[in-house]
């Protein structure tokens, strides 16, 4: 007899990242992977230098720095809020740990990030996939869908608001009706990784939700508008059960000496926040239009990142689309995996960046 793992946790398929290199291409852009073109604020940065000088001691294993500045920014109690050291993604494990059991459900849209459906097979739970809707502006979470899906095994709905890979997000009159569609029992889980690109007035993040209601809770992370991916941080906002929960289940030194202070000073820079929110409402608006004259379908996106759709078959397909583009040096993320492919995602890049992927894609389509 060898080691067994629990059930469900071989039929997890690989995760596999954004590409970030092409053999035999010299010189590349990594529109692949949703990444900050702005980068981190300098402060951070030195934030970062200046802890590195106490490496030898443990880091505070509470957080406290870090969640007070969270707090300050966003109006919220730093009791409330658990911080992650390894991003967002294992705040999502650990709710899936703590609440998840054997053969209880889990509802997850069609098209939603891919550590949904991972954890909670991780947890011998079952994923429930619910279809999307297509609307004029792309495709979108099905509200209705999702609730006609709640059954008796339901635990836990996951919502990425705004959703990877389609752009697209649920307005706060959408979230509130999910929410008051279910059980008290089921905990909705709104990952709101891209929140802080999200312009439109009808949004809300899961502030107010999270502040109502002991089922809810808003995960966040430091990978994306904060240009910090390579630091792995995140926090979740959640009910004082929740967070009670979290507390005594994650490692108890859970994030850095290095990685506290950086998120502190990170989320603190309005300056540089702003900076990195004027460039994507420069350059996302700018790709859709471009792409759209090539006669590709671009849907609405308010995150940092279009997806685009390619005929089905003939000579302008993703793949085909795909292969052209890395050859010469852009490299986008085929998404193949989340039940989407004919399209790829291109992430908002530098203008050197984005003018030659639009460049490109004329090229391919006119070709
Ligand atoms: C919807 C969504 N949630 C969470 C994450 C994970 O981010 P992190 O780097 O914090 O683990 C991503 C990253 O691509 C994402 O697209």
């Given amino acids: 007899m060898t080691p067994t793992p629990k059930p469900g946790i071989l039929e997890v398929s690989l995760y596999v990242g954004g590409r970030a290199a092409v053999p035999g291409v010299a010189k590349v852009f990594k529109l692949s992977a949703n990444e900050s073109p702005i980068g981190p604020s300098p402060k951070a940065i030195q934030a970062l230098h200046a802890a590195a000088r106490d490496l030898e ?142 312009t439109a007035k009808d949004y809300e993040a899961g502030i107010e939700l999270v502040a109502r209601h002991d089922n809810v809770v808003m995960t966040r992370t430091f990978s994306k508008l904060y240009g910090l991916a390579g630091l792995r941080l995140g926090w979740v906002y959640a009910p004082p059960a929740i967070c009670d929960v979290l507390n005594r289940i994650r490692g108890p030194f859970n994030t850095s000496s290095l990685q506290q202070p950086a998120g502190a000073a990170a989320v603190r820079d309005r300056d540089h926040f702003w900076k990195a929110v004027e460039h994507n ?17 671009v ?3 308010v995150a940092n990142f279009v997806l685009i759709h390619f005929p089905a078959e003939g000579e302008k397909t993703a793949a085909k689309a795909d292969a052209f583009l890395s050859q010469n040096g852009i490299i986008l993320r085929g998404v193949a995996s989340y039940g989407l492919p004919n399209c790829l995602r291109m992430t908002v890049g530098t203008e050197e960046a984005n003018r030659l992927a639009v460049k490109l894609i004329s090229d391919f389509m006119a070709d």
Avoid: C
């Fill in 57 to 198: 001691l443990y880091p505070d294993g509470s957080t406290r720095q870090l969640r007070e500045a969270i707090g300050e920014v966003h109006g919220l109690n730093p009791d409330r809020i658990v911080a992650g050291g390894e991003g967002s993604g294992p705040l999502l494990t650990m709710l899936a740990n703590a609440y998840l059991q054997p053969g209880d459900e889990a509802i997850i849209s069609r098209h939603a990030f891919l550590v949904y459906e991972i954890v909670t097979r991780a947890n011998s739970a079952v994923p429930v996939m619910v279809p999307e809707k297509t609307t004029n502006r792309g495709i979108k979470v099905d509200v209705d869908a999702m609730l006609a899906a709640v059954s008796a095994k339901t635990r836990m709905v996951y919502i990425a608001n705004p959703n990877n890979p389609t752009g697209s997000m649920l307005n706060r009159e959408e979230m509130a009706r999910l929410h008051a569609g279910l059980p008290q029992n089921v905990l909705l889980v709104i990952d709101a990784a891209y929140a802080e690109y999200v």
């Fill in 299 to 301: 849907d609405d996106s």
């Fill in 281 to 297: 409402n420069t350059w996302l608006p700018w790709i859709t239009a471009e792409i759209r004259k090539t006669g590709l379908r």
